[in-house]
């Protein structure tokens, strides 16, 4: 078997092994980190992801980013890219593809350098490899906008020595693991 897919699965059969109140220290750790950041503070946008419950519990950073400043979250296309819609309010999100909530599809937001994305992964390394969920749509999109300041957040049993990659799979410029930049 493909050694991503059996990555996959063990990451999978881990994040059985615990219960959300496991990781709420720690998602709050890096939500914080997060916020005081240099590259927060001074971001016009941030493009970031409605987080499972798998991932880090962004959504304290997300309230932030629509008081603060500009929020966009991304839509599945069909044919499997992505594209960034602003959000003014979490609820009128509606579910979209892979049931995730997803935005409205009004005025499509790209990227520039004055703006940060903020990376859901099954896990990273601290040098910013990335194991996304196998559909290729982070590759995509980081290989179209290249300049973009991006940061992968994951939990600490997501935060791996070592991660299989190929030659599309593209690293994020930080990864913020349980309150700590990499
Ligand atoms: N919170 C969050 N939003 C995100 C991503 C993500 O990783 N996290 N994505 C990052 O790419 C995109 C969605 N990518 C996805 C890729 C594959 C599957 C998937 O295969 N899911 C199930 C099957 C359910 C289904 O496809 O409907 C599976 O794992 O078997 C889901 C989402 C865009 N939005
Ligand atoms: N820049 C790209 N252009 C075209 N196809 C791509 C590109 N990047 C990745 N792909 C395709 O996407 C598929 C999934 O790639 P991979 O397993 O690396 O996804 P992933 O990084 O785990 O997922 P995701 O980015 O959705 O979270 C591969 O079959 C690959 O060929």
Same mark, same amino acid.
């Given at each position: ?60 950073? @997300? ?7 500009? /929020? ?6 069909? #044919?499997?890219? +992505? $594209?960034? %819609? ?35 992964? @099954? ?7 990335? /194991? ?6 982070? #590759?995509?999109? +980081? $290989?179209? %906008? ?37």
């Amino acid at each position: 078997m493909d050694v991503k897919h059996v990555l996959r699965k063990e990451l999978r059969n881990q994040a059985k092994l615990h219960t959300l109140d496991d990781f709420m220290q720690e998602d709050k750790l890096s939500c914080d980190a997060l916020l005081q950041s240099h590259a927060y503070k001074t971001a016009d946008r941030v493009f970031a992801f409605m987080p499972l419950a798998s991932e880090v519990n962004i959504k304290e950073i @997300l309230e932030h980013c629509i008081a603060d400043k500009h /929020l966009a979250l991304p839509v599945c296309n069909e #044919d499997t890219s +992505l $594209s960034f %819609y602003e959000v003014k309010h979490l609820d009128a999100l509606s579910l979209g593809r892979h049931g995730i909530l997803a935005p409205e599809t009004t005025q499509v937001a790209v990227p520039t350098e004055k703006d940060i994305l903020i990376v859901p992964a @099954l896990a990273y390394t601290r040098t910013g490899d990335r /194991l996304g969920r196998g559909k290729g749509y982070y #590759d995509r999109y +980081l $290989s179209t %906008y290249p300049t973009i300041l991006s940061i992968g957040m994951c939990r600490t049993y997501q935060l791996l020595q070592s991660i299989p990659t190929e030659a599309w799979d593209i690293r994020v410029s930080k990864v913020l693991c349980a309150g700590v930049f990499y």
